[in-house]
């Protein structure tokens, strides 16, 4: 039995998909926060297999303590956290105490049940602004805002927790920028508000919801002038999660980066967006976001060999196209 904690929101529900078709019995605990007990309703419908929920709070040390024990957990896909780089400038507290005090918290848990197996979410922001490209796990690590921080010291805290027992099993992995979703169009993301992230926000555009995208920033040193990421399809990214658990049987500590080692332009998927939707994304340029860089893509070489040769495969036209079919399918995200 896995248990995954924030397995309701996107990444979760995605992951929840592809461990329960690779034959895992999988528990999630979730305290909705940001995401709704539908999605869990859809990968059941998806897999057309059952998977256990408990709404709790990681930061509920016996409960989870009570979750680990009742199920019989084997290891942990700890996805529970928050991720606005906005809001954690303006509540950075909140952000401590969700992620950093809810990871110890959790790692307490396990220990108490001696159960030590844990893949953690980390993010490419732990690097900060780069010193060279592609980033490989050895540049430094310098996060320039809290959300960044409290990923940092998560990985401090678990790199930590290694060294004082080698008998855990780690894995830390940094993901790039998912987008996309499943194939079917039944799960995908469903932010709450106005988005941050350049996706969801191209996808209200294109489905009416939104009347255009303001593009952060024309004068990057770029090929286009707009900014440049390494997206990786939501899927690719949950089949590494169950790459790096099969690696999990040895004990280590070890953070590989999950993207595709490709960098794509805010143009570049405005102009895939438009080909996978049928639909035209009007944009005006504005000023650059503070606390953007102008390009950010991974080294992929550590993950291959960490994670039993696995790789992205799903290329930006089909992470468009899926991202397109969820959009389309559900307008209003699960609320209908
Ligand atoms: P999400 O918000 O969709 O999912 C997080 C889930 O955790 C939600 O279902 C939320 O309700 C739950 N949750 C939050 N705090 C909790 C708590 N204290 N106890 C129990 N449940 C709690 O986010 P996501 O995009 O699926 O991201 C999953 C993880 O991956 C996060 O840790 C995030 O920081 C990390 N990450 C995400 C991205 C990205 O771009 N989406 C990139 C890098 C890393
Ligand atoms: C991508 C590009 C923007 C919105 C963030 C977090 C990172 C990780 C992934 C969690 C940039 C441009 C965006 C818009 C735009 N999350 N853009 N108009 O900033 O690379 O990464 O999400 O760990 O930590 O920082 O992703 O999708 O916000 O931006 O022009 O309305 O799109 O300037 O070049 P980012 P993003």
């Given at each position: 039995m896995i248990l995954v904690t924030g397995g309701a929101g996107y990444i979760g529900s995605h992951t929840c998909v592809e461990l329960l078709d690779a034959g895992n019995e999988v528990v999630v605990l979730d305290n909705f926060s940001n995401s709704s007990r539908a999605s869990l309703e859809r990968v059941q419908q998806i897999c057309a297999k059952r998977l256990t929920v408990v709404e709790g709070d990681i930061r509920d040390q016996a409960g989870v303590e009570k979750v680990l024990n009742d199920f019989g957990c084997t290891a942990v896909v700890h996805f529970a956290g928050l991720k606005s780089v906005l809001d954690s400038v303006t509540s950075p507290l909140d952000y401590y105490d969700n992620n950093v005090v809810g990871t110890h918290r959790l790692l307490r848990a396990m220990q108490a049940s001696q159960l030590k197996r844990i893949i953690f979410s980390s993010?490419?922001?732990?690097?900060?602004?780069?010193?060279?490209?592609?980033?490989?796990?050895d540049h430094p690590l310098n996060p320039v805002n809290p959300y960044g921080q409290t990923k940092f010291v998560v990985e401090q805290m678990l790199r930590g927790l290694f060294a004082s027992d080698p008998t855990w099993s780690i894995g830390i992995l940094r993901y790039f920028n998912p987008i996309g979703a499943h194939e079917s169009g039944l799960i995908g993301e469903d932010p709450k508000g106005?988005?941050?992230?350049l996706l969801p926000f191209v996808a209200q555009v294109a489905v009416g919801r939104?009347?255009?995208?303001?593009?952060?920033?024309?004068?990057?040193?770029t090929p286009d002038g707009t900014g440049v990421r390494d997206y990786i399809h939501v899927v690719d990214l949950a089949q590494g999660h169950v790459a790096a658990l099969k690696s999990l049987d040895q004990p280590a500590c070890f953070a590989v980066n999950l993207g595709t080692g490709r960098g794509n332009s805010v143009l570049d998927v405005v102009k895939a967006f438009e080909q996978a939707s049928g639909r035209s994304i009007p944009y005006s340029v504005q000023p650059r976001r503070a606390g953007d860089i102008a390009a950010c893509y991974a080294a992929t070489d550590r993950a291959a060999k960490h994670l039993g040769g696995w790789q992205a495969t799903r290329n930006l036209e089909t992470m468009c196209r899926d991202h397109w079919r969820w959009q389309n399918q559900n307008p209003n995200g699960y609320g209908g």
């Open positions: 993010s490419a922001t732990v690097y900060g602004d780069p010193k060279f490209l592609p980033y490989t796990e106005v988005p941050n992230n939104r009347e255009r995208l303001n593009v952060f920033g024309g004068d990057y040193d």
